[in-house]
């Protein structure tokens, strides 16, 4: 479908395709499986701060309507496509459909840099997006949380724009908003830490001491920098590598992950920290560590860069991190690296965001405790399941963790018929 013409989407395809193959599905079942219920595109017309209009292109995508609403997160960045906004949404169903959540998938965003734009830019265009969405999203049809280039304060411009439209507030449109107006306690944290208790497991199943192990994150976001953190201080993992869009470093004697966030804190980005061990980018995934954390842009594990993998654990905390041609790399180094899958390995956010829905749903509060614990039992659940799938039928855990998923939307489509 040409609107989707894009390297992302194809590859969301290619990836399900390997799954319907392997789960044998019925050719006219995968089109209705694989392509987007729903795309919206907008056009957002701005004043900026120079006294020009400036107009940028939004874009939202309900990827399947089978058992719920849709769930998603909102992107702003330069490089955003439909085609890109589409595959993000296809990976939240199967996502969404392993954790057992009642939605299918959803992602939208903005083709813009924000950290080009002024914050009273920021906001007009938050709230120009919303104020185009407000016929295609609300808390029983489409739900919007945060992405990259996104944050609490977007998220609560977004829930501003749509209640002031509404004449009452309207909590549950937005999940990832400030706990100051109805976001949940550990929403902020949920990615990262979720990242970081199925590393732990993994580390458990290889008989790996977490005291004795490297660690090298790429991105140093919001999923990023909480698994950095969660991992050197309360895990005791030496994080040796650590990068930004403007900066990679590499120390084998370990990093002061606190000091980063410092930095980050003050400057904005890495670009002057730690200077004298500044490396190429380009290397730091191939550099050797015991835990290799992609928590950034998709495509950065490819069929140049995946034999060289140095990790014995790759944590998948970004969104597509690695490409069907490195999958098959991997494969064949099933028995020196353990993958933690995308769909698994980043599900804290849209599992928390779930809690978050629920509690604005009903008008009441969990304590952070309450949270991460379903947190870690749903996350537990789903571990285990693609575990033993892998080890049954003698597959990555990719295609388990995909296949879960995928049944379980197959079979919600089977017994409703065509609609959703
Ligand atoms: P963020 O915007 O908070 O942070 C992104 C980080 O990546 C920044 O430090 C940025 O400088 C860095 N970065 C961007 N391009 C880079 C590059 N080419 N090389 C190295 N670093 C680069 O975003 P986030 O919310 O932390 O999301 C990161 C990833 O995790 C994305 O793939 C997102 O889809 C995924 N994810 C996020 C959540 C969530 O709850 N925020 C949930 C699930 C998945």
């Known amino acids: 479908m040409i609107i989707y013409d894009d390297e992302v989407f194809k590859m969301a395809c290619d990836q399900f395709q390997v799954i319907a193959d392997y789960l044998n599905i019925d050719p006219n079942d995968r089109d209705r499986l694989m392509y987007p219920k729903r795309a919206v595109a907008v056009t957002l017309p701005v004043h900026m701060d120079d006294g020009s209009t400036k107009t940028f292109q939004g874009y939202r995508v309900q990827h399947h309507l089978t058992l719920g609403p849709t769930k998603g997160g909102t992107r702003f960045a330069p490089s955003l496509s439909m085609g890109e906004t589409a595959a993000l949404a296809m990976w939240m169903s199967w996502k969404c459909a392993l954790s057992n959540l009642p939605y299918g998938g959803a992602k939208g965003g903005v083709a813009v840099d924000p950290s080009k734009l002024s914050r009273r830019e920021l906001e007009a265009l938050s709230r120009r997006y919303m104020q185009e969405m407000i016929p295609f999203v609300g808390p029983h049809t489409d739900i919007m949380g945060p992405d990259m280039g996104t944050n609490e304060q977007v998220m609560a411009w977004f829930m501003d724009t749509y209640s002031v439209y509404q004449g009452y507030s309207v909590s549950e449109i937005v ?246």
């Open 175 to 420: 999940t990832g908003k400030p706990v100051a107006i109805g976001g949940t306690e550990g929403r902020r944290e949920a990615t990262g830490r979720g990242v970081v208790y199925l590393i732990e497991r993994a580390m458990n199943i290889l008989k790996i001491d977490p005291e004795k192990c490297t660690a090298i994150v790429q991105g140093f976001g919001n999923v990023g920098s909480v698994a950095a953190l969660s991992l050197a201080y309360k895990s005791g993992v030496k994080i040796v590598g650590l990068s930004d869009h403007t900066a990679a470093i590499y120390n084998p004697k370990g990093i002061d992950v606190k000091a980063a966030e410092q930095h980050i804190f003050k400057k904005g980005h890495l670009k002057a920290f730690d200077q004298e061990n500044h490396v190429d980018p380009n290397k730091l995934l191939t550099m050797k560590c015991d835990v290799l954390i992609p928590a950034a842009v998709d495509r950065v594990i490819t069929e140049k860069n995946a034999a060289k993998l140095q990790c014995r654990i790759l944590a998948e905390a970004a969104n597509g991190p690695t490409t069907p041609g490195a999958d098959l790399i991997l494969e064949q180094r099933w028995d020196e690296i353990f993958v933690i899958p995308d769909i698994l390995c980043n599900a804290g956010g849209v599992i928390v965001s779930y809690f978050e829905w629920v509690q604005g749903l009903q008008s009441f509060r969990w304590t952070e405790m309450e949270v991460t614990d379903k947190l870690f039992r749903i996350l537990e659940h789903s571990f285990a399941q693609v575990i033993k799938r892998a080890k049954e039928h003698k597959i990555s855990h990719r295609t388990a963790a995909m296949a879960i998923g995928v049944e379980r939307v197959l079979k919600a489509k089977k017994v409703r018929g065509l609609f959703p």
